[in-house]
Every structure is written in structure tokens, then in C-alpha cells.
């Protein structure tokens, strides 16, 4: 059962589609700011529940980084089903982010956003400490939670716990955005906060410096932390991302 709250939303709107993925243990709800926003301002807005988010954390540990690429490429499917739809950008958050990059390899996207992707784990979340896979299941590690100040609740719908599995999945995940970003050609707007304590600052560079795209934009983001579409400068974030989908489209 789908936790309230967790669920996929669409808005419908002009002829840009542009798909959300969250990141890993959280849902759609983190998402669901920036989707309205992106509603008003006239995209048609499409975000999707990775593959056992949303419901208990013991889904997520059977899940692959194959089911959460297989689930961003049947939203990319979905929105290019849809008739009002002429074109389609991607934007994900954290491993959403990977995603994002990865789904840019493989399909026609016009522009890809990548909010604070972790191609690059600070050493101080231990992840040398991490047990093999083999001693890694049923292991869960709780999540510390941010003050998120002034953000509703419907939008904070996600684990309080890690599964360590999930972890070994998410290292899978970074090594195949590696692998994808020389053939993501699309423009690209990666965002950073310089104050995440989970992904390294270098992870923007990486990102930049490996990309196809012949159009690459950095935003880093001095106030904010790891959850920058919830966090404090999620404003200034929200504007700049959608003059970045809007900037040579034309919006009905």
C-alpha cells in the first residue's frame, strides 16, 4: 500500500513535459514544489514513484538500479504518449539526478536539470564502512532528518531508514551515470548546494566536465544543503530552473 502522500502527480499544461524523479528513500512529495511551480509557469509536469518507494522500506531493499532506470524511462514513455506534449525535459534530485543523466543518454530529451547528484559521496558518510552486499540485507540505517523549515507536510513523505542493500544499488547507479554522461548531449543545468553534506562539490565539475552537451550551466546554491528543493533557497532554484527549460521553447 502506497503511503498518503507518496503518490505519482501529473499536471497538465503546455507542450513541455517535463518529468520529476525523486531521490533514494524519498517520493514524488519532495518533488511536488518545484511541480507546481513548474505547473504555473505552463509545463505539463509528470512525476513518478521509483520502483519500492512510498510504501515500506523492505520493498526498497529488493529493488535494482535497473527497476528505478526501467521506472524513469516508462515516465519519459508516459509523457511522450501524451498528445499535448512536443517535447520532453528531465529534472531529478540526488539519485533522481543520476537517473536523469542516465535517461538522457538513452532517449530524446530536450534539456536535463541534475539537482544535487551524488557522482561524488562526502567521506564523512562513511561508506567505507559499508558491509559487502552479502552482509548488507535486512541491515537498515536510520536517516538523520533536516530542519526544513516553512515546508509542509505533505511534501516531507519518505524512510526514516536506509536500506544498506539500496546503498550497493545507489553505487551501481553512480557507476552507470559515469558511464552515460559522454553521450548526454542535451543542455544541462546542474545545480549544487555548497552546504551538502552529502554529496562532495566536485560532483558538479565531474558532471560538467564529462557531459556531451554543448550548453552547460552551474548553479551553486551558497545557503543550501542536500534537500535544495525543499531547502532555503529553493526559490532562487525553482526560478532559475524554469528559465532554463523555458529559454528557446516556446510555451502555450
Known sequence: ??????????????????????????????????????????????????????????????????DWLSAAMDGYAVLASDARVRRIAVVGHSMGALLALMLASLRDVSKVVSV?????????????????????????????????PGIP??????????????????LSVIASAKEALPQVTAPLFVVQGERDHTVAPESADYILARAASREKKLTRLPRAGHRVLLGVERVRAFSEIIAFLRADEFME
Open 1 to 66: 500500500m502506497v503511503i498518503q502522500g507518496a503518490e505519482p502527480f501529473y499536471c497538465a499544461g503546455g507542450e513541455t513535459g517535463v518529468l520529476l524523479l525523486h531521490g533514494l528513500t524519498g517520493s514524488p512529495a519532495e518533488m511536488r514544489l518545484l511541480g507546481e511551480s513548474l505547473a504555473e509557469a505552463g509545463f505539463t509536469v509528470l512525476a513518478v514513484r521509483l520502483p519500492g518507494h512510498g510504501t515500506i522500506p523492505e520493498d526498497l531493499e529488493r529493488m535494482t538500479a535497473g
Open 116 to 148: 544535487a547528484a551524488p557522482i561524488v559521496i562526502r567521506k564523512e558518510r562513511g561508506l567505507s564502512l559499508l558491509p559487502p552486499r552479502e552482509l548488507s540485507k535486512g541491515m537498515f540505517l536510520p536517516k538523520k532528518q533536516p530542519r526544513l
Open 153 to 170: 507536510v505533505r511534501c516531507l513523505v519518505g524512510y526514516a531508514v536506509m536500506p544498506l542493500l539500496s546503498v550497493h544499488e545507489l
